[in-house]
């Protein structure tokens, strides 16, 4: 990819590489090739064209003659760029253009305390003009393919072009892609019935298409049936990423993985191993059983003895169900390694108590970084600890280092009874482990998000939370009553509005046929959101369209999805609820309960809902209830393993570790080492490379270079949109770390649009009551005009009171800048009554004092004025002085960046 994107060899595309004089495989390691040493040439070679890798070139060609716009992104499911449409304005000098400061006020729907806002401001429309266009059509000929005997002369395709001034040609073709792409393609393929299975069982099919093996799993009832199965497919993908992460594994492989969700219907896809021979784990091979017991040490798995149905024993490194493949390439692939990680003892059948309610699977496994937290605090004694190590097979008595047997409380594996005592420990220190989460690790997540301004704003976010403390979402139920019995529950209703959401979205399961398909989620979607929805009689609806446009647009016969009701549905989310989650008093009678109860926005939930299913709305009418023209289209969800940038993830973590040192020059070269490449590998489009970039503009920042750190950070805010969403919880935050450096730099009128923006994103997002809305609000009330400034600060007071109490550092600083800015309108006795302390010998004291003093004096001259003149027109004047000097002090740049720098936490001095 990166050959293909230079300028010399953009205009072709079927390329190999050659090593004197020898084609090189293109999946082939460099370090594995004869020959390569230093001075040694590699050649670029343009191959014959196949019929294929024509048309993979005639694709290339149309896209590069096309221009992409904005609306290019939606149409393929991902995620535009809207930063253009920020930056680009006819001022781009803030300071030698001050008419470009004052844009105009924050429109209406921005403002605090509003409850409508347009969808069509989050896409807004480009100022750029569009790129020209060099070709009306290119495309394959009505005369394609070639007949017979013109395929014996070496015809295999044939093209039309037509040139913008109107002339046709006609091109004869002569003979002389990306895993997740192809993918999305095969599951659209496969589900919609236009491949055939290859193993000839209805049940399990199974189905090769480009290169790819797509199969369903299948469905055991010993796993838990339906949701056994899904839940297998997906441990399945986590472990081979686990697998993938080790570093220095040589002689164990793993295939490319992905899940991809369609229409209600979740597939595996993996790669297909080159020329594979059937080849198990428990053998004998020293060279593949030294890399299994080092992934095993990496991966905290015990080796232990399992006795085989024929009743010899067999020690295993990995769990019973994995199994292994030798590729024709010599290479050795592990397969079925979904059950690699151990058993979650809190939802193990063999543990469960009478009371309480059976989870739906029995595939409850630990997350990885369960027990990467739970190694570090075990409590006990050093000696007891070491014993423990040594009864459970610790390669050292002085390293404390554990491990855990994965096939622990298994259904229908049997240990020796030489392994009974090592077998009891392991099933003490699974049971340790998984009460350590409900113990440590769930209060511990409740008590970080009361004090922190960065809560999680929606599912994506909550679940990338809980997984950084090892808390699987079947512990939400255990979250939410955390939260109910925690005295601060009415500070963390936020949390809870994400938990209930974060579970709504995956109660959508639909198995209907394609012609109503649209129907069938325009129905579920109406249910979901629309306040005592009722469906309308079957056909109805379907034979007024279709007098009006000669085409049904919906089921021509009762289905069971039509004639689901709104209050049906509510009762099977709370049904599963209760069985999954164990909650039951929060979900309320309706929607509407979470709305008037918990501010939750209907709005949140449709997103959540497009982005877990793939459905795409586009909203035509407006009526309330859904119509199947509002379906827009369904894409495929892709989940897939990550293959890690060595390279640049070491540099990137060494500039990590050079931040907490405090060496900064130092880290700042790590950060454009790693940034460089993560350019290289994967041209910036990587969630780690966005992660790269935002810290290094926020060092560069520190080092005082505010022009560098606003170049990076725009290069960040594109990356983030394009790969996580313009409307991710990250694009946020990246907003708002752009505003300050742009204002930094004197772009007021940028950092006002860019604080704007970010706060139309989180409204609609979550929604007003939200931390982080507070830090938005203080921002603002920094950067716009007078007039504007208190209400925002006025908000950000309020929901920091609401969120972190009267008393916290946040609502201090809340007090601090609305004291300020009640000072520049002369309002001296409440300035006074905002202005908080923090202790003699805090740094933010002297400010305070200093800025009380200030007002103190300038109350008193203004009255002492007023006593001496006693005139209308000497009030004036000095009340008018006087709010002019506060008003500077207020708007002091020095102090402004400061204050901005503390909001969005750019740097955390000891506030």
């Known amino acids: ?165 109107g002339r046709h040609c006609d091109i004869t073709s002569l003979r002389n892609n990306a895993f997740v792409r192809t993918v999305m393609q095969a599951a659209e393929t496969v589900v919609d019935g236009f491949v055939e299975p290859v193993n000839g069982n209805p049940e399990d099919p199974a189905f090769l298409w480009s290169g790819l093996f797509m199969s369903q799993g299948a469905t055991s009832p010993a796993f838990g049936g339906e949701r056994g199965r899904r839940a297998a ?79 010899h024993q067999v020690p295993l490194f990995t769990s019973l169900d994995a199994q292994g493949l030798l590729g024709a390439d010599g290479r050795f692939y592990l397969l079925d390694v979904f059950r690699s990680f151990p058993v979650d003892a809190n939802f193990c059948p063999e543990e469960e108590t009478p009371s309480q309610t059976k989870f739906p699977h029995s595939l409850s496994l630990i997350l990885f970084w369960t027990y990467m937290t739970f190694l570090p605090g075990d409590s006990r004694a050093t000696d007891a600890v070491r014993a423990a190590c040594r009864d459970v097979g610790s390669v050292s008595d002085i390293i404390f280092e554990m491990r855990f047997n994965p096939n622990v409380f298994s259904p229908g594996i049997r240990f020796p009874p030489s392994e009974s005592a090592s077998t009891n420990l392991q099933e003490k220190l699974l049971r340790e482990a998984a009460a350590f989460i409900i113990t440590h690790q769930i209060p511990d997540f409740v008590s970080c998000c009361l004090h922190s301004n960065e809560a999680p704003m929606d599912g994506v976010s909550l679940k990338q939370a809980l997984h950084q403390r090892g808390i699987n979402l079947r512990y939400l139920g255990h979250v939410v009553k955390a939260i109910s019995q925690s005295e601060h529950k009415e500070q963390l209703r936020h949390i809870m ?121 586009i909203k035509y009418s407006n009526k309330a209830p859904f119509s199947p023209d509002d379906i827009l289209n369904i894409f495929p969800v892709v989940k897939h393993i990550k293959m890690p940038t060595a390279d640049a993830s070491k540099a990137y973590r060494a500039a990590q570790t050079s931040i907490q040192k405090g ?131 006025k908000n950000a007071l309020k929901l920091n009171t609401s969120f972190f109490g009267p008393t916290d550092l946040h609502t201090a600083l809340s007090h601090h800048l609305l004291a300020q800015w009640m000072c520049s309108k002369g309002d001296y006795r409440s300035a006074m009554t905002h202005e908080k302390e923090f202790g003699e010998d805090h740094p933010q004291t002297s400010c305070s004092k200093e800025f009380l003093g200030t007002i103190t004096k300038q109350a008193v001259k203004v009255e002492r004025t007023l006593r001496q003149t006693g005139s209308e027109s000497a009030e004036q004047t000095v009340e008018v002085s006087a709010r002019a000097c506060i008003y500077r002090l207020f708007k002091k740049c020095k102090n402004m960046l400061r204050l901005l720098c503390v909001l969005p936490s750019v740097f955390k001095p000891n506030i």
């Open 663 to 793: 060496l900064l020059d130092q880290a700042h070269e790590q950060l454009k080492e790693a940034a460089y490449l993560y350019g290289r590998v994967c041209d910036d489009l990587d969630p780690e490379a966005c992660n790269c970039n935002s810290l290094l503009a926020k060092v560069t920042f520190l080092q005082g270079k505010a022009a560098e750190a606003r170049s990076v950070q725009l290069k960040t805010v594109v990356i983030s949109e394009r790969v996580l969403g313009f409307d991710h919880p990250n694009t946020i935050q990246q907003y708002a770390l752009l505003a300050v450096y742009a204002y930094a730099g004197g772009e007021t009128t940028l950092a006002q649009k860019c604080l704007l923006r970010a706060r139309l994103l989180l409204l609609t997002v979550h929604g007003e009551d939200h931390p982080y809305t507070a830090t938005l609000d203080s921002c603002l009330g920094l950067v716009l005009t007078e007039d504007q400034t208190g209400q925002f600060l």
């Open 233 to 311: 497919q997906r441990l399945e993908l986590k472990c081979v990423q686990a697998y993938s992460d080790l570093e220095g594994l040589q002689g164990l492989h793993t295939l490319p993985t992905a899940i991809v969700d369609y229409r209600g219907v979740r597939l595996s896809a993996q790669g297909l191993a080159p020329g594979f021979e059937n080849f198990y784990c428990a053998f004998g091979a020293k060279s593949v059983s030294s890399s299994l017991l080092r992934a095993a040490k990496s991966l905290f798995i015990q080796r232990h003895v399992v006795v085989a149905p024929k009743g």
């Open 1 to 165: 990819m990166a050959l293909l994107s230079r300028n010399e060899v953009c205009p072709r595309s079927n390329l190999s590489l050659a090593l004197a004089g020898t084609t090189l495989d293109p999946h082939a390691e460099l370090q594995s090739l004869k020959g390569l040493k230093a001075g040694a040439l590699i050649r670029l070679v343009e191959e014959p064209y196949t019929f294929h890798s024509a048309r993979v070139h005639l694709a290339r060609v149309v896209e590069l003659l096309r221009a992409s716009g904005p609306h290019d992104a939606l149409r393929e499911g991902q995620s535009p760029s809207v930063l253009e449409t920020l930056t680009h304005t006819p001022g781009k000098n803030a300071r030698r253009n001050k008419s470009a400061n004052q844009d105009g006020p924050p429109p209406e729907y921005l403002l605090p305390g509003s409850s409508e806002r347009p969808l069509m401001a989050l896409l807004p429309h480009s100022s750029q003009s569009e790129a020209p266009s060099y070709l009306k059509d290119l495309s394959l000929s009505c005369w394609h393919p070639p007949p017979g005997h013109r395929k014996l002369q070496g015809d295999f395709m044939y093209m039309t072009v037509v040139t913008i001034e």
């Open 497 to 617: 509005v994400c938990l209930i959401s974060s579970h709504l979205i995956h109660t959508f399961k639909t198995g209907v046929d394609v012609p109503s398909l649209s129907a069938a989620v325009s129905h579920f979607l109406s249910c979901l959101l629309v306040h005592h929805f009722t469906p309308s009689p079957v056909g109805e609806e379907a034979k007024k369209k279709s007098r009006r446009r000669g085409r049904g647009a919906g089921a021509s016969e009762s289905t069971p999805w039509s004639m689901l009701t709104g209050s049906e549905l509510w009762n099977l989310v709370c049904q599963d609820a209760v069985e999954t989650y164990g909650v039951s008093d929060s979900l309320g009678s309706s929607p509407n309960h979470l709305v008037e109860n918990y501010g939750l926005q209907k709005l949140s939930l449709l997103r959540e809902f497009c982005l877990k299913t793939g459905v795409q709305v």
